[in-house]
């Protein structure tokens, strides 16, 4: 586990990724491999080619992110990084649910504001999505000022 983790850090995901999968094999009830193990897969799939490769890839992670909540429901961060995911798929009714289980358990998370403010903007939900990211600004993420202004409300 600990060099699955080292080669994650030194971005050296194929190594870490077969570690991670070595370790599950041993302890399949371990949340920090799950989603250590997603976040290496998101981070490849930004480096793989095609459209098709990417969905593959991401159906990964998503899988390994829905294991660590069934192991793990009150994380909030679970719930974000899942709804990332969603979004960078511009699945965003899916990544909106998301991070608004992960707001309900962390309400100051401002990273997970900012981000559902941005889905609800794309998803044409314009005041929902002002709201969200004037919350994103109070809690210290002053770029949600800036997006804001471009949006209008």
């Known amino acids: 586990f600990q060099r699955a983790?080292?080669?994650s850090v030194v971005q050296n995901l194929d190594a870490a990724l077969a570690d991670f999968d070595t370790y599950l094999q041993?302890?399949?009830?371990?949340?920090?491999?799950?989603?250590?193990?997603s976040v290496c897969q998101f981070q490849l799939s930004r480096f793989t080619g095609?459209?098709?490769?990417?969905?593959?890839?991401?159906?990964?992670?998503?899988?390994?992110?829905?294991?660590a909540?069934?192991?793990?429901?009150?994380?909030?961060?679970?719930?974000?990084?899942?709804?990332n995911v969603y979004a960078s798929q511009k699945s965003y009714e899916q990544a909106i649910?998301?991070?608004?289980?992960a707001i309900a358990l962390e309400p100051k998370l401002a990273e997970a504001y900012f981000n559902r403010g941005v889905c609800r903007i794309e998803a044409g939900r314009k005041r929902e999505g002002a709201a969200d990211l004037s919350k994103a600004g109070e809690l210290g993420?002053?770029?949600?000022?800036?997006?804001?202004?471009?949006?209008?409300?």
């Open 69 to 83: 909540i069934r192991l793990s429901p009150s994380s909030p961060y679970l719930y974000y990084n899942r709804a």
């Open 141 to 153: 993420i002053y770029n949600a000022y800036a997006v804001l202004k471009r949006y209008g409300k």
């Open 50 to 67: 095609g459209a098709e490769q990417v969905r593959l890839k991401n159906a990964l992670v998503i899988d390994d992110l829905d294991k």
């Open 5 to 7: 983790v080292t080669y």
């Open 26 to 37: 041993e302890d399949s009830a371990n949340v920090l491999a799950y989603w250590q193990r």
């Open 97 to 101: 649910d998301d991070y608004t289980r």
